[in-house]
């Protein structure tokens, strides 16, 4: 029988890296999903036969599986787009904490002298999953705002948390050689969650989507973890394939922020100074405000205008609106394009979805490295709800929190129109010099009647 | 060490290499949406959930086997569900071929 199952897991392998083979191309990627749905509900159906289930067991397991499955349904459906990114952070901690839960469990099976080969992997499933989880929660906290984005740092921070991730080694050593009794595993856990929480707060919101991706592999890494504990070959490849994925993953997001990984985790730590002043150095200074007329008769009559699209777009559900403003100047002959920097939106793709979505045909969207170079020549650089992705600091100043990062030439357009709801400095948490230079118009307002003002205007211009 | 760990460590570097190999190539458009998808990959979980929820008998496997259960379910389903939210938009549209056909524009 257990022949049965070993060939289950084995297709369920081969469907999952299929399913990762397909969605890494545009053109299978949602059947690479589907394939690996597939994968898992056969790893399922192989392994739920031939348990021997208590009569408790069955009726949590029940439990179990329509509360998740309802809360996984409604939760993904129901979410906005704009608020996808957290969703898979909250997805992703539950994995982990799952991982680490089951881990627990089977330490409480063996007793207090397990033999290396079990205790070991389950060690590190508790830790790496805990983290994950708590990680994983402060992530989804920041994106959703119910804390800042900003990095939160104090004095000695590197020390606490150094202090932290050693206690966490020793008492993972006295787990693993001297008595695995609840209370060293308990607080093995308690420390790792409080290492999770840690880890993530210095990381600025901006950052999170790479952060994200960091712990979707500590979750896979964990869940192969507790796959060693519980001699289960699925677990054991799904969770490295992921483990393995989505550590490349991680580096080919920071890659596309131009920045190491490194940097984008630490990178907070001692530039409190830097942000508290710049911040101090923006008070005062003036921006120019524009109506809606002078801005549609400046778009009606220019030639070259590239949108720069950004996460205000997509919290105010804009892209149609823009889509309709450049139907407008196109029928009047304006060229209009879209600039699409890698991590517009909060995840990168996230703005491509966007205006596919609003129908935006796919010639007019550029990315970056395409469209950089035609800034000089364009009338108009139209920045909606964009902030950070257009920040000359990230050129300029090496201080700044986002130095280095690849940032779109707005900058060198003949004219730039800043829309905006407010001052407020954008997801890094900085000033934007951009809002304060002489070529700039601010257009203050929700992204969509600010573009539907607009519309209007053009049409009269 | 026995046969059964030699086994589990074959295949656990296999899959490192596997893993690596299988995304190198992913256009930036996508990299949000692999992210989702691996995420209810790791989902997996759940099968080991429900081996340790199966036996319970005890208040405290049974409190531990409830809340593993419930977690990982959220994790496969809602991590599935979310991932084919995104890629909805891709659909019979042109981003749906271009990229594959014109990797490298310039």
Known sequence: MTTIITLAYLVAAVLFILGLKQLSSPRGARNGNFTAALGMVIALAATIPLLHFTRAGLVIIAIGVVIGAVVGTVGARMVRMTAIPQMVALFNGVGGGAAALVAVAELLKFGVHPPFAEVFPSVFSIVIGSVSFAGSMVAFAKLQELMTGTPITYPGQQVVNGLLAAAIVGFAIAVIAIAAIPFSFLSLMLLALILGVAFVIPIGGADMPVVISLLNACTGLAVAASGFTLNNFALIVAGTLVGASGSLLTKLMSDAMGRSLANVLFGAFGQVHTAATAAAGAQGRSVRSASAEDLGTLLAYSQRVIIVPGYGLAVAQAQHAARELADVLERRGVDVEYAIHPVAGRMPGHMNVLLAEANVPYEQLKEMDQVNDDFKNADVALIVGANDVVNPAARSTPGSPIYGMPILNADQAKNIIFMKRSMRPGFAGIDNDLMFGPKTVMFFGDAKDSLTKLVSAVKAA | ?106
């Open chain 2, 1 to 106: 060490m026995t046969n059964e760990l030699l086994n589990e460590l074959t295949f656990f570097v296999l899959a490192i290499f596997v893993g690596f190999e299988v995304i190198s190539k992913v256009p930036t458009i996508l990299h949000t949406p692999l992210m989702s998808g691996t995420n209810a990959i790791h989902g997996i979980i759940l099968v080991g959930a429900i081996l340790i929820a199966a036996g319970a008998d005890s208040p405290v496997t049974i409190v531990l086997g409830l809340i593993a259960v419930t977690l990982a379910t959220t994790n496969v389903v809602g991590g599935f569900v979310v991932t084919d939210r995104m890629l909805e938009m891709f659909k019979g549209r042109q981003p749906a071929k271009r990229p594959a056909e014109a990797p490298v524009p310039k």
